[in-house]
């Protein structure tokens, strides 16, 4: 099991109020799966994905990730965590204005101390493999909106973490080169990577082989993407 969560609970103060944006989840993802994550505004997707990535830490509950127990974990450690297990990929595709897309891949090993030759073969790998090695000098106003997703997953795969952590990956992006991320995806998948995508958007969840659907903090449907992602559109 890569991951496991276990009766989590995410509790704020809003003003003298209590806001419970996680209520008992349970969840558990096989290495190797590829995960849909979809819930309405406000649902607690958002929060689930940041305990997910290690961004945030539960109130209460237990959450095992690639056998490290998150909460017994310092600032320190966690950092190291999300930097080593986790490859995060974001609507806005988060890249350094003024790097190339190398730079913007080699980033999160220079993190971890790698030395320049590994760093540039690892950057360069992970390039090829998102189908970008024409494209490694240009820095992001140079390249469409799609190109820079494929940056920012090469980024993410560069560091060969457990799991990539997508949030709302084609949000920014138009239908057609959001079909092209999808199918990126698909064949990272299918290649072995483990693939977690947060999403509103119920065709990009009936993609997915498993979705899990979350409504008011809750888990309230786990199963197959297509029928999880047809009941949430009822619902809506």
């Known amino acids: 099991m890569l991951i496991s969560l276990t009766d ?11 806001v419970h944006a996680l209520r008992g989840v349970n969840l558990d993802i096989d290495r190797g799966e590829f995960v849909a994550i979809i819930g309405q505004s406000g649902s607690g997707k958002s929060t689930l994905m940041n305990v997910l990535g290690c961004l945030d830490t539960p109130s209460q509950g237990r959450y095992q990730l690639n056998g490290h127990q998150v909460a017994a974990l ?66 992001p106003n140079e390249l ?9 997953i090469a980024r993410a795969l560069a560091a060969e973490p457990s799991m990539l952590l997508a949030d709302e990956p ?21 290649a072995g990577h483990t693939v977690v995508l947060v999403t509103h958007e119920p065709k990009l969840a009936a993609r997915c082989p498993r979705a899990v659907r979350i409504s008011d903090g809750k888990v309230i449907a786990d199963g197959l993407g297509s029928e999880v992602a047809h009941a949430h559109q009822v619902e809506a």
């Open 144 to 152: 469409s909106g799609g190109q820079r997703q494929r940056v920012a």
């Open 170 to 190: 084609t949000g920014n992006l138009d239908s057609s080169t959001g079909e092209e991320i999808v199918r990126l995806f698909e064949e990272l998948h299918a």
């Open 74 to 139: 310092s600032d320190d450690e966690l950092a190291l965590i999300r930097n080593k297990e986790i490859g995060f990929i974001f609507q806005n595709f988060q890249l350094l204005a003024r790097e190339t897309a190398l730079a913007n891949v080699e980033l999160p090993l220079v993190y971890r101390g790698l030395k320049a030759k590994e760093r540039r073969e690892r950057a360069l790998a992970a390039l090829a493999k998102v189908r970008l090695e024409h494209r490694v000098h240009h820095k």
């Open 8 to 18: 989590i609970w995410r509790t704020y103060q809003v003003g003298g109020e209590t």
